[in-house]
């Protein structure tokens, strides 16, 4: 890939294809201009406007060598699968093309690269701005100190200068009061390439609530009220308004009339693509982990307060004030209790929760994302009186496991880089399975390849070279679950959906194994670490 390209973040998203749901990741091709080997103002500006495509794969399948499947790949994209068949390939906006370009003009536009030539194209849509005038030139080279916009012969009448690129820039025009999330993720619908953004509007002054953190500022009042959608060849930007009843939002629709739009309009394709935002549901999750307190004895002794889990000890190279934490993971799973109207498996957003001052589990939640069910909250509680492993004792056991690190020395002393992936956390009723990918990056800086993978549940831990095999070794004996179970979770009594007793775990995850046996692959780096398909896998089993 040319240095010019950067593939800025990997979203995580659901598809259909051949009639079964898929977690799939994505990453666009965006242009960074300050990486332009030879930077002036006719390459920034008329030569290199745009980036080319996307990257897609499923995030449970990589290739022998330890890369991931692609489903989307190559310069110009190419896909076989007719759910990323994509017309417009180009992407004018995004999260880092924040410059002002101009399209339409003498000077050709780079597409992509193709052997040693280059593939060039006209820009075709309506983003921007015609400068069809010198009125407009000179406006244009006062706004942007750039005498070249005035006397440049390379603008024509035709031409169109495209500025705030970014999503957060259009939107903040558009629309200053609302707060964005910090996650837009794009989407390939009806063969084009979008954006979506979910929209907050917010207040520091709502009585009585206590203020939290968003974005860099206190607040005390947040609602998911608008999505985002931007169209990454036109720019256009639409906001659809999901919630009809807050109060402040019907405020703004009252005085710029015409701003939003009814959820009603939304087209079809890119509604089974919506997600509950990852920041409001850090938000409620910081809330329950106080409130979940309903005695008030017990409330105002913080008796049973729960907090996020930390995945790294002070002394780790980390200052106490900076132990990162768990974030919220999309994946794909069954939930115990639960039969949603796809039948099965289901997008969820999730979180654990450990005791205060401790590391071990006490519970987690789940907002789900998929039709009727969207935006609904699930909270599972782990009983008392078992010991549930949190994220980081996990990782404490894994750092001190003989064979594990051995091996990683062995690497280490070879002159490679251990890359150890994101831990994930993976509900399986009784307990959880925690899994770890390792990567190895060789000295010259080759792409990181996928080398083993680490299982650990309850007091077991297993590295093998694949999932499948670290499940077999985990699971595989007579003896597998005998081990001290954690015991059921039990659900919060403001959730009505039971988690069955599971009778016979042992045959149902050695079944599993077997029957994944080749789809099972391990994962690359954080992209996998969102959960991926192997959550899915594991769904199966539950629902057996």
Do not use: C
Request: glycine fraction near 6%.
């Amino acid at each position: 890939m040319r240095t010019y390209y950067e593939f800025a973040e990997v979203d995580n998203d659901r598809y259909i294809i051949d009639g079964e749901i898929r977690q799939i990741m994505l990453s666009p091709r965006e242009l960074a201009s300050a990486s332009l080997p030879n930077r002036n103002w006719i390459n920034e500006r008329l030569t290199f406007t745009h980036g080319y495509g996307v990257a897609a794969g499923p995030v449970n399948q990589v290739t022998p060598e330890g890369l991931p499947v692609l489903f989307i790949k190559d310069l110009p994209p190419k896909s076989n699968v007719k759910e990323f068949e994509i017309s417009r390939p180009e992407i004018y906006f995004g999260e880092i093309l924040n410059d002002y370009v101009i399209t339409k003009t003498k000077s050709r536009e780079f597409n992509y690269p193709k052997g040693e030539e280059n593939v060039y194209g006209t820009y075709e849509g309506k983003g921007g701005v015609e400068i069809n005038s010198l009125l407009r030139r000179v406006f244009y080279a006062l706004k942007f100190q750039s005498l070249k916009l005035l006397l440049s012969n390379d603008i024509t009448n035709e031409s169109r200068i495209l500025y705030y690129r970014t999503i957060a820039e259009r939107v903040a025009k558009i629309a200053p009061f609302l707060t964005l999330d910090r996650d837009p993720y794009i989407v390939i619908a009806d063969s084009k390439i979008y954006w979506i953004a979910d929209a907050y509007t917010t207040s520091d002054r709502y009585p009585y609530s206590q203020p939290l953190r968003l974005n860099g500022k206190n607040v005390n009042y947040v609602r998911n009220s608008v999505k985002v959608v931007v169209d990454a060849y036109n720019g256009s930007v639409v906001l659809y308004q999901t919630d009809a009843e807050d109060p402040i939002l019907k405020t703004y629709a009252a005085i710029f009339p015409g701003t939003f739009r009814p959820m009603s309009e939304i087209p079809e394709s890119l509604v089974s693509h919506l997600r509950y935002p990852e920041d409001i549901f850090t938000l409620q999750t910081a809330a329950y982990s106080i409130y979940h307190m309903d005695d008030p004895q017990i409330f105002y002794n913080k008796e049973d307060q729960w907090e996020i889990p930390a995945i790294a000890s002070e002394g780790e190279g980390v200052s106490a004030d900076a132990i990162p934490l768990m974030l919220p993971r999309h994946i794909i799973m069954k939930l115990p209790g639960e039969n949603p109207p796809t039948g099965g498996e289901e997008f969820i957003l999730m979180l654990p929760f450990t005791p205060r001052a401790k590391d071990n589990l006490s519970a987690w939640m789940v907002v789900r994302n998929d039709g009727e069910n969207y935006g609904k909250l699930l909270v599972y509680r782990f009983p008392k009186d078992k010991l549930v492993f949190g994220p980081k004792q996990i990782i404490g056991r894994i750092n001190q496991d003989p064979v594990i690190s051995q091996q990683i020395s062995l690497w280490s002393q070879g002159g490679s880089q251990v890359i150890q992936g994101p831990l994930l956390v993976i509900p399986v009723e009784e307990s959880l399975l925690y899994v770890r990918p390792l990567y190895l990056k060789a000295e010259a800086g080759k792409i990181p390849e996928l080398k083993r993978v680490i299982v650990a549940y309850e007091n077991k831990i297993a590295m093998e070279e694949t999932l499948e095999q670290g499940l077999l070794k985990i699971f595989g004996r007579s003896d597998s679950m005998s081990s001290g179970a954690a015991g059921k979770p039990q659900e919060s009594t403001a959730i009505k959906s039971q988690l069955p007793l599971t009778k016979n775990n042992e045959e149902r995850i050695r079944k599993a194994a077997e029957t994944y046996e080749e789809a099972l692959r391990a994962q690359r780096d954080g992209d996998w670490a969102r959960y991926g398909e192997a959550i899915r896998r594991l769904g199966d089993i539950l629902k057996q």
